[in-house]
């Protein structure tokens, strides 16, 4: 298992601004995964974050809207750029235990409202 | 491609009450399967997982059997509580480790 702290849990920002959010993992991962989950929806993947190499972004997200760091195998940031009302949303961390089957684990998201 | 299929919500249910929420998948090979919860203000933990044909997950009362005949994972609990209202996600791990997510249904317990 893995423990996930993030923070903020929570923020409300001004549109145009940005927010860098912090996952902390009480282990060290190769993978850390980047997720939205908007109002009512299901989870989209925003990035998968591997450490010592470039974020790897599925269709729909860029790097220049969502930067991710990931300076060691512990430690994940994801900055949400020049932000917009449709931006609003709760933003998770995620690592995963690969073998016989896949197993997520979360941090508590950040619940992000832009006005 | 991969994809889980859950019923809509929310789900509004008095306390005692029989849950179901329905569950189906489409996949190749032998995904396997989960049942994630969300409760209010937190992030997702797994529930309850079944990883072949005929598996039952099991969990704080809550049970979901592996049909492969009918492609399905419903979530059942004999008598919810109000301590029992969050979001669940139906799940699939496919072949290539990658986890495939239903929309998510909403529980609404009243007392």
């Known amino acids: 298992s893995a423990v996930i702290s993030q923070k903020p849990s929570r923020d409300i920002c001004q549109r145009g601004t940005s927010l860098t959010i912090q996952c902390q993992v009480d282990?060290?991962?190769?993978?850390m995964f980047w997720y939205r989950q908007q109002p009512g929806q299901s989870l989209t993947l925003i990035a998968t974050a591997n450490q010592g190499s470039e974020a790897t972004y599925e269709s729909g997200f860029v790097i220049d809207k969502f930067p991710i760091s990931r300076p060691n195998l512990t430690f994940s940031t994801l900055t949400v750029s020049n932000m917009s009302p449709e931006d609003s949303s709760i933003y998770l961390c995620?690592?995963?235990?690969?073998?016989?089957?896949?197993?997520?684990?979360f941090g508590q998201g950040t619940r992000l409202t832009v006005v | 491609g991969n994809s889980v299929t859950q019923m809509e919500g929310p789900v509004t249910l008095s306390e005692e009450a029989f849950l179901t929420i329905n569950c189906t998948y489409t996949?190749?090979?032998?995904?396997?399967l989960f049942w994630y919860v969300q409760y209010p203000g937190e992030g997702l933990q797994l529930l309850l997982k079944a990883t072949k044909a005929d598996d039952k997950g099991s969990n704080k009362g809550f049970e979901a059997t592996y049909r492969k005949e009918t492609t399905s994972f419903h979530l059942e609990k004999g008598s919810v509580q109000v301590s029992d209202s969050a979001v669940y996600f139906c799940?699939?791990?496919?072949?290539?480790?990658?986890?495939?997510w239903g929309a998510g249904t909403k529980l609404i317990i009243k007392p």
């Open positions: 995620s690592v995963e235990n690969r073998g016989l089957y896949t197993e997520a684990f």
């Open positions: 282990s060290q991962v190769t993978m």
């Open positions: 799940a699939l791990s496919d072949s290539n480790y990658q986890l495939i």
């Open positions: 996949a190749t090979g032998y995904p396997s």
